[in-house]
């Protein structure tokens, strides 16, 4: 079955810097890419995808890359702010996604220090 | 709209009791999933729906857990004769079944086995 790893598993950084989260897959039937933000005692809440027919996304501050032949996707943050701390996961699917299910990473614990 | 709920947010058990977690995806959702969240780990799959039909149930740990979904909307997650490993968070997340649809998560069941 798909496996997800992720790195690191937390990373601080200061108000205004980037951070870089990265994660590899092993199934080379998945084609959908989604990053869940969650915060304590709250749900995981999507915040960008990417499908395997795009190499990069971008939304805002948020940017997602994706490199099929290597098996591996990165999660970018710029400009970052105290309230993006939160705890980040990775997954990979599928058939979009929609009819299957998500292999999470184990997650990266982002902390912004302002 | 409303999303999806979950109920109870809370649940404490004794070891060996059984329970009930009930999931209510967003109306019109076809697909449903539950996955189990243990304490600083990703979600785990342990089944899907689509419509009333149980199409995967690969992630079940044991025969104490079953899942239903007579109707196609409304899903139940039982454990029977719980035992202290079942402590996690359970969530559940919904689809439109379509090709780009994303899944939508509720905000989990925390169950406590003591």
């Known amino acids: 079955g798909e496996n997800v790893e992720q790195h690191p598993s937390t990373l601080s950084v200061q108000e205004g810097d980037s951070a870089v989260i990265k994660c590899t897959y092993s199934?080379?039937?998945?084609?959908?890419f989604p990053w869940y933000k969650q915060e304590l005692g709250k749900r995981p809440q999507l915040i960008i995808d990417?499908?395997?027919?795009?190499g990069e996304k971008k939304d805002q501050r948020i940017a997602v890359t994706l490199n099929k032949t290597a098996k591996h996707f990165s999660l970018h943050i710029t400009e970052t702010q105290p309230e993006d701390s939160a705890v980040y996961f990775c997954?990979?699917?599928?058939?979009?996604?929609?009819?299957?299910?998500?292999?999470f990473g184990k997650g990266t614990l982002l902390t912004v220090n302002p | 709209g409303a999303g999806v709920s979950q109920s109870p947010r809370y649940k404490v058990a004794k070891r060996g009791q059984d329970v009930a977690l009930r999931c209510d995806p967003i109306?019109?959702?076809?697909?449903l999933f539950w996955y189990q969240q243990a304490l600083g780990q990703g979600p785990e799959f342990l089944t899907y729906?689509?419509?009333?039909?149980?199409?995967?149930k690969s992630g079940l740990p044991s025969d104490r857990f079953f899942a239903e979904r007579p109707e196609g909307s409304v899903s139940t997650l039982k454990i029977q004769r719980t035992q202290q490993e079942d402590s996690a968070v359970y969530l559940c997340?919904?689809?439109?079944?379509?090709?780009?649809?994303?899944?939508?998560f509720g905000p989990g069941t925390r169950l406590t086995v003591t």
């Open positions: 997340a919904s689809s439109s079944g379509t090709s780009l649809g994303e899944q939508y």
């Open positions: 199934d080379s039937a998945s084609n959908y």
């Open positions: 990417i499908r395997s027919n795009v």
């Open positions: 997954a990979a699917s599928r058939s979009g996604g929609s009819n299957y299910k998500l292999t």
């Open positions: 109306s019109g959702h076809v697909s």
């Open positions: 729906f689509q419509n009333e039909a149980q199409l995967d």
